[in-house]
């Protein structure tokens, strides 16, 4: 991919007359960026790079459309394999110890996260990390999006990442992802004790077809599975975790009070608070118009 990607920078610049320095100069780069990328004997294009050469020579999209595939490539055949088969797979159940899962996560919370990786090298490599994994959130809300099945550990909406207000805004963006009609959430409380997989994350794909994958992680590592019986093992170990994981509805209520009990910086209302409020609106005058949106007045007692 990283070679396709050069070669279409070099058919680009040809067709626009451009040399290499030209081109550099157009995309904040040198000529020696140039020719790495077309040669691909350099380091890979970053996101912002791709972009700004896209614009560069025009390229309606084309360059930073093909940066993912680029990027993918610095990653394991068996990680490779395993992005390709999520952003194809209509079920998505996710088990999470340790933090939010991806497809969930705000940009700050992301951030924090990634900024703390062994791997990471430099600002512009945490830029395109942070665009990757964002940009496979956009599948959630596509018409043919996945159904996706999260259980999270009690400890993640604890666990202060990025800081109050951070973690605030992420516990919000949970209980608003939580009312996507294909989105369930369940909090696995600390009181259940021992599990599998204790300290790592386990997923199940599923496929149009039907075929199933799981894929374990822990830090550090993971492995994709693809063996219909051992797959069928872990789908059993994801469903024991759901029937110990507290009901959605009670969930939300653990996730809005670790908000508003743990994160108190800004006041947020609790569930009671605007039940309260929403009844007196509706004793206002006017106020049955709220009411499922009826437009006739509600009806009088007959006087004595």
């Not at 780069?29 to 077309?38: F, G, K, L, V, Y």
Request: charged share 25%; hydrophobic share 40%; no cysteine.
């Amino acid at each position: 991919m990283a070679a396709l990607f050069g070669l279409r920078v070099r058919r680009l610049r040809e067709a626009a007359g451009l040399t290499q320095s030209e081109l550099g100069k157009r995309a904040h780069t040198h000529s020696t960026r140039i020719n790495q990328i077309e040669r691909t004997t350099g380091s890979k294009p970053t996101l912002k790079l791709a972009q700004a050469l896209d614009g560069a020579l025009a390229a309606d999209g084309l360059l930073a459309d093909l940066w993912p595939y680029v990027y993918r490539e610095a990653f394991p055949d068996w990680s490779r394999k395993f992005m390709a088969l999520s952003e194809r797979a209509v079920g998505i159940r996710q088990y999470m110890a340790a933090v939010v899962p991806g497809l969930l996560q705000t940009e700050d919370y992301a951030r924090a996260l990634l900024s703390v990786g062994l791997t990471l090298k430099s600002p512009e490599q945490l830029e395109e990390r942070l665009a990757a994994r964002l940009g496979r959130q956009a599948r959630l809300t596509e018409p043919d999006g996945p159904e996706l099945w999260i259980v999270l550990d009690e400890a993640i909406l604890y666990r202060s990442v990025g800081g109050p207000a951070v973690m605030r805004a992420q516990l919000g963006r949970l209980l608003e992802a939580a009312m996507h009609p294909r989105i369930t959430l369940q909090v696995l409380p600390l009181s259940s004790g021992e599990h599998y997989p204790m300290g790592g994350s386990l997923e199940i794909l599923t496929l149009p077809d039907g075929f199933e994958a799981a894929y374990v992680e822990g830090a550090g590592y993971g492995q994709l599975i693809e063996e219909p019986e051992e797959v069928k093992d872990f789908a059993v170990a994801y469903d024991r975790l759901r029937a110990l994981a507290l009901p959605p509805n009670m969930s939300l209520d653990m996730i809005r009070s670790a908000m508003e009990g743990t994160y108190l910086a800004e006041r947020i209302p609790s569930r009671s608070e605007h039940r309260s409020l929403a009844q007196v609106q509706l004793q206002q005058r006017g106020g049955w118009q709220l009411r499922r949106g009826r437009r006739h007045p509600p009806r009088h007692r007959p006087r004595p």
